[in-house]
Each structure stands twice: as C-alpha cells, then as structure tokens.
C-alpha cells in the first residue's frame, strides 16, 4: 500500500514526538521514501540524528540553513510528496497552520502542501479545550486535503488525565494509507465474509478450522481504503479489521461478530440484497453436529470410541448465487488440496459466482495462519489470473481490482 510513495512527516515540539522515529521506521518498513521536516522545538524532544538515520536524509529544520539540499525547500518537499502526515500538531502548530503563518521550516512546507495532509494533534486537555485551539481545528477540518484526527483521552504527560493525547501510531500509518487511496468504490455497499466458524458439540467442544481471518481482513481495510460501505461478518478470528474511530469514515466498516455457521448464513443472507459485492472468505463449516449436547460429555470407563452425527449446514454461496441480481456481484472462496482448479470452476459454475479465488494448500507460504497467499483468479467468462506469493494485504488489493473489473 505504501511501497513507492514519499511521505513528508513533520513534527512540532510536543513530548509525543519520541513516538515519531517509530512511525519512520514503519513507513520504511512498507516500502515508503520519508522525509521529516520539524520545527526547532521538536528536536528538544527527538534528535536531528535520530531523524536522519531512521528516514535516510537530512532533516528540513532550519528554513535559513546553508546546507539545504535547494534553496527553497519548503517548496521542494511539497513537490517531491505524495502526502504529508503532522504528528504531534500543538496547539502552537494547529493556531498557524489554520491562519496561514508560516515561519519556521514545519509550517512553510505545510502552507506549501496541495496533496493530502494527516494532523495528529497532542497537547495537555485545558489547551485542546482553549476556544482558540478549538477554532483552529474547526478551519483544519474544512479544508478538503485535510485528514484531521481528534485527540484520544487518557494520561497526559503532565499527569492530569483528559482528552489531549495523540493517536497511536498504528492509526497514524492506517490514516495515511487511507488518504493515499484513490476512493474509487465510493458508494458502493461491500458485504464481507471470514474467518471461521465453530459448531458447538457440548458446551466445552467445537468442529472447526484453522482460518485465521487474515485474508478477509486485508479485503475489508482494501475496501474500506477505497470508500466502501463494508459489512464483514466475522466469524472466531485471529485479527480483525481495525480503522481509526476517530474520523468520520470510520463507521463505513462495520464489524458483526458471528460464531457458527447458521449464525454466519442468517447475518449473510439478510445483507445481502442491500450490497453492490459480496465477498465470500470466510471457512464456514459444512457439516454441523445433529444435536448439541447441554452437558460436557464424559468419556465412560472402557470406551473406545464415540460416533457424532453431523448434519449439513446452509450452503451460503449457493443460497445468494440463487437470489443474486444483475447489478450484484459474487465472489466466492476456494482452498483445496488436490484437483484444485476443477473444484474451484465446479464451485463458480454451480453456485452462480461472478469470480473465485482459489488457494492451494500445496503451495508454500500460502493458506492459514501465514501473512501471505498465493491465488488463482478463475472468472465466470473463463478467463484465468494466476497471483503470485504476495502479501495478504497486496493479495486483497489483486481481488479487489478484479472485482472492478467485472
């Protein structure tokens, strides 16, 4: 998501600037380019060294340097980013930034800014109260390149606890990959399914699978990133989607927590004919126990074994692949260990599929528990997309332009 692209970090002095060299690195991590701009009081906090090891080039804080790569490098940097993410903002930073003064090297690069802007303001709570703060993040929230996160509440470093606190840096890396998305299925309603599901034999024991959730995860932040309105209907799972709360895109993914495979099929059925896509990656059992047991089920002196009657459960795919529309589209999951790919096309054909993604338990690094995958497109017109070993993430975002493509 974020490989390639450059990213200005600036950084005021504010005491959540010792979290900032973390954010670099993760930045790096995913394949972005960073370069960090601060203002003087910044580096009180946070060394120019540090800085400068962590991104890979000179940090920009001294408008008037003579060792500045150009001349004009507030200017420069703008030109050179793709986006730009501010964290901490202070309440001195956010004053400035709203009014248009710029006079140190942070906020002439911001004023300079055109392409997208994350702001992660920190400051002790009776500062973020002051109307004047207040007003400066009222201006910042209209200007349409700006992603303004809010303050998280807890203990301040001054001791007191209230609301001033910045976002943690997960959600500053999850906001930036969100304002680098191009929103191209804004509008669109995307019903997710994953993980597993668990059909109770006693109230101690299941039958289950080994699905972690990552897959389908990855699917809901790529459509999410995108501007989709997504349900994802979860089943017990390793990880779960997580957005940050704090912006107003937040309630477009919205998580329904599910446990057996009738739980699943009732959640699934009854979306469905208000979604656009419906992405089918859950590992939902096929069988189910005939009855479950209300106490824990004892093993009796000299048994050997024990035989459990297993009734089939609502085949979700067929059922929507029954009921789809012309204007829906369904996409369908299949993870196989022989025979792969005549499986999976009896799947897309019997059960109405417009596409389906098709995993191999032969293939190293890809299926459960792994964060990565290896898949086969297989499109209901017969045309074939073989994905190499990727990324679950990098995975999601293949499917998701497939998706589009139908």
Known sequence: MLRGKHIVVGISG??????????????RKEGAEVKVTTTKNALEFVTELTLQTLSGYKVYSDVFAAINEHSTEHISLPDWADA?????ATANVLGKMANGIADDALTTTFCAMRKPVVI???MNDKMYECPATQEALRKLSEWSNIILLDCAAGELACGTTGK????????????????????????????????????????????SNHSSGKQGTALA???????AQVDFVCGPSAVYPSVPTFFATAQQLRNISVTSAAQMAEQTIQLFPSCDVAILCAAVADFTPSNVAK????????QNEM???LTTTTDIAATLGKTKTQNQKLVGFALE????????????QSKNLDLIVLNSLQDKGAGFGVDTNKVSLLFANGTKKDVPLLSKEDIADCIVEAIRSL
């Open 307 to 309: 035989t459990l009657s």
């Open 120 to 122: 992660a303001p920190a």
């Open 221 to 227: 932040l790529s459509c999410w990133r995108r501007g």
């Open 14 to 27: 504010g005491i959540a600037a010792y979290k900032i060299p973390e954010l670099i690195r993760l930045l």
């Open 84 to 88: 730009m993410i501010i964290a901490p």
């Open 295 to 302: 106490e824990k089920i004892k093993k009796q002196p000299e």
């Open 337 to 348: 260990t022989c025979d792969e790919q005549n499986h999976a096309l009896h799947k897309l």
């Open 164 to 207: 001033g606190r910045m976002q943690e840096v997960p959600a500053l890396a999850e906001t930036l990959r969100y304002a680098l998305t191009g929103k191209d299925l804004a509008s669109k309603h995307v019903l997710i399914t994953s993980g597993r599901t668990q059909e109770a034999i006693d109230p101690v024991r299941f039958i």
